[in-house]
């Protein structure tokens, strides 16, 4: 069987174009349990890289007493310190994220309740260097906290 150029052509470009999402994009699984830790503490990406974060409450214990929520800050944000300024902002357990801190995030996820899961679409920052992640549920903070590294 002879394949001629245009269908070879035709054959290469729908292959590279079908994978061309799963090149451009890395996918990664973050849960929260009922003991305030993240399964990930630290994960690694490049630049720029367009980053599917699916964030998982695994715990059991009513939202309103353990929900979780999954912030990224900015480079040079604490999240100890974040954390502290959302309690300061008026931060609670039916608003665990003021909007005015907004300009300190990259991405977020809404507070999740057990078994709930959340997936957020971003693409990492352009300037290499370690970007914190916290859950800013009340008193959360203190434990619940991890970085992306960007290099």
């Known amino acids: 069987m002879q394949f001629t150029n245009i269908q070879l052509l035709a054959f290469f470009s729908f292959f590279i174009f079908a994978h061309a999402e ?7 699984i973050i849960s929260g349990n009922d003991a305030m830790q993240f399964d990930v503490k630290k994960f690694v990406t490049a630049p720029g890289e367009k980053i599917h974060i699916t964030f998982k409450n695994v715990g059991s214990l ?15 944000i604490d999240a100890v310190a974040f954390g502290q300024k959302v309690l ?3 931060g609670s357990a039916t608003n665990p994220l003021p909007k005015s801190l907004l ?17 957020i679409t971003f693409e990492a920052p352009k300037t290499k260097g370690d ?3 916290v859950c800013t549920f009340p008193g959360h903070f203190a434990m619940m906290r991890g970085t992306m590294e960007v290099k």
């Open 22 to 28: 799963e090149e451009i994009t890395r996918e990664i």
């Open 103 to 119: 300009g300190d995030v990259i991405a977020h996820t809404k507070l999740l309740g057990p078994s709930e899961s959340e997936t």
């Open 62 to 76: 009513p939202k309103i007493a353990m929900g979780h929520n999954l912030v990224f800050l900015k480079k040079g």
């Open 131 to 133: 970007y914190q992640y």
């Open 88 to 90: 300061a902002s008026g």
